[in-house]
């Protein structure tokens, strides 16, 4: 009998999990929850450039955040490995969907037909990895945030920012799923 | 410093455990076919609008003693935020992970997922490069 934390953790238990990251943050150090700058002090650490958007002490402002970071991939690597691996759960009608644009692999948290080493000599696969990986690099950078810093941090602190950003976020999404998805895979 | 540490790693197994890494659970966000990213992002937030009030309220001071405040975000033209955004939220569908999953989906050992950071942090680096000539 396994514990109901080893399995999937409903949507009414990470959610609230999440939201406590706000208060958690700023009550540590006055820290604002937002994952996105990380990139940003990665560029300015090790990319070294004349450029102004990098020439701040990254070390001030964004070292919490990057050790943070660091703590994301360790808490990945023990989520993996914690409870039976399963299929994803996800809707019979999503599946459906995805299995007549040619998604056929649900094993994983990824299909592997986008995700995986090999793909990203497809184009599907490519794209899918770089230009995706670069529109979120680019787009976080000029909004200034992500899920966490806008819809999260954002919204809970009301900035109207943050809405704008949020409803852009939705747009790109649903943008990129209707429109370009049906003629990439 | 340690704190960020541990607080980053529960992050990740949140992340983890309740499949917001999976590009799956995205496309069902995107398709309206599931409710279950929605009710994620949704208690999400009212969690933190109540704890974060209650703070506020409470008018306690971090554990570095200062005194908690989140500075507000230069609206500009609003440009930036809608068009910023517009744009990850393309890659958010593409990639099927924004940046705190991308990382998380690493640890979980989708090692391809590197490439995906290399290109974000290209990306980021073509903004910085391109800001003055951008709109805000």
Not at chain 1, 152 to 161: E, K, M, R, T, V
Not at chain 2, 69 to 87: C, E, N, Q, T, W
Not at chain 2, 93 to 110: E, Q, R, S, Y
């Amino acid at each position: 009998m396994t514990a109901w934390f080893a399995q999937t953790w409903p949507w009414y238990v990470a959610g609230p999990i999440i939201g406590l990251f706000v208060p958690a943050l700023l009550l540590t150090g006055n820290k604002v929850f937002g994952v996105s700058s990380n990139l940003r002090h990665l560029c300015s650490a090790f990319l070294p450039s004349k450029l102004e958007y990098f020439r701040y002490d990254w070390k001030q402002t964004g070292l919490w955040n990057l050790v943070f970071l660091v703590g994301i991939v360790i808490g990945g690597f023990i989520g993996s490995h914690w409870g039976t691996p399963h299929d994803i759960a996800i809707s019979s009608q999503t599946k459906a969907t995805l299995q007549s644009l040619g998604i056929h692999d649900f094993s994983g948290v990824a299909p592997k037909e986008l995700f995986s080493w090999p793909a990203l000599l497809t184009l599907r696969g490519f794209v899918s990895v770089v230009v995706g990986g670069f529109f979120v690099g680019f787009g976080t950078a000029y909004a200034g945030g992500c899920t966490s810093g806008h819809a999260i941090s954002g919204l809970a602190d009301f900035q109207l920012p943050s809405l704008i950003a949020v409803v852009g976020f939705f747009a790109g999404g649903l943008a990129a799923t209707y429109l370009i998805l049906p003629r990439l895979l | 410093m340690l704190v960020y540490l541990l607080l980053g790693i529960v992050f990740g197994i949140v992340l983890t455990k309740s499949e917001v890494n999976s590009w799956f659970r995205i496309q069902e966000m995107f398709r309206f076919q599931a409710f279950r990213m929605y009710g994620i992002i949704g208690t999400a937030i009212l969690t933190a609008v109540v704890s974060l009030a209650v703070v506020r309220k409470s008018g306690v001071k971090s554990v570095s003693g200062e005194v908690i405040s989140i500075p507000s975000k230069d609206f500009g033209h609003g440009v930036r935020y809608a068009l910023g955004g517009v744009i990850f939220g393309v890659g958010w569908a593409l990639t099927g992970a924004c940046p705190g999953p991308l990382f998380a989906l690493i640890g979980n050992g989708l090692s391809v997922m590197v490439v995906a950071v290399a290109s974000a942090l290209l990306g980021t680096w073509v903004y910085g490069w391109l800001r003055p000539r951008l709109p805000r």
